[in-house]
């Protein structure tokens, strides 16, 4: 299947810092990349769409100013935590599909896990 | 909009026992139906998926779901779990013919499979 990587894996920053994550398809070219966040023991909670070229779309409730995406390339997203605070602390995920498949699964990065102290 | 709900939030199975993990969704229209595996400390991996034809669907390491259009379900299903099978598991959904859309999640179960 296809392939969609992220990084960091991990990363630890310092409250008030800026942290950006990297989204990637590796073998197919993505025009939409999807971000979801996962808090302990709960489901993964669309942020936002990724539009390669344009505007990201954000979910209710999504601060569209703490969370920069941009969509440079049609390999790659990336999301900004800016400001971060301990309660941005989360599992962040990232997927996308390949359009050679057509409408089938989606595939995920292997997440990243952001800790804020 | 469509929404899941996951009703088991934790499942502890012995060893060889069968597993059955309720899904079920809401959404007036046809629909793509997901589930999904997440390892511990790995990403999210497809175990199987129902676009369309015969309800009962196979997946990999011998799961299998069965689509009811009646009853808006998808339960996934394996007659012998392992030890290996511990993991959390997600069922998720998207309107068919929606263009590429995101995928809609349940809360996840988390399956712990003991010797």
Known sequence: ?117 | AQSVSQHNHHVILSEAASLELGCNYSYGGTVNLFWYVQYPGQHLQLLLKYFSGDPLVKGIKGFEAEFIKSKFSFNLRKPSVQWSDTAEYFCAVNAQNSGNTPLVFGKGTRLSVIA
Not at chain 1, 32 to 44: A, D, E, G, H, V
Not at chain 1, 81 to 103: K, L, W
Request: hydrophobic share 35%; with cysteine.
């Open chain 1, 1 to 117: 299947g296809a392939v969609v990587s992220q990084h960091p894996s991990w990363v630890i920053c310092k409250s008030g810092t800026s942290v950006k994550i990297e989204c990637r398809s590796l073998d197919f070219q993505a025009t939409t990349m999807f971000w979801y966040r996962q808090f302990p023991k709960q489901s993964l909670m669309l942020m936002a769409t990724s539009n390669e070229g344009s505007k990201a779309t954000y979910e209710q409730g999504v601060e569209k100013d703490k969370f920069l995406i941009n969509h440079a390339s049609l390999t790659l997203s990336t999301l900004t935590v800016t400001s971060a605070h301990p309660e941005d602390s989360s599992f962040y995920i990232c997927s996308a599909r390949d359009p050679n498949q057509g409408d089938t699964e989606a595939f995920f990065g292997q997440g990243t896990r952001l800790t804020v102290v």
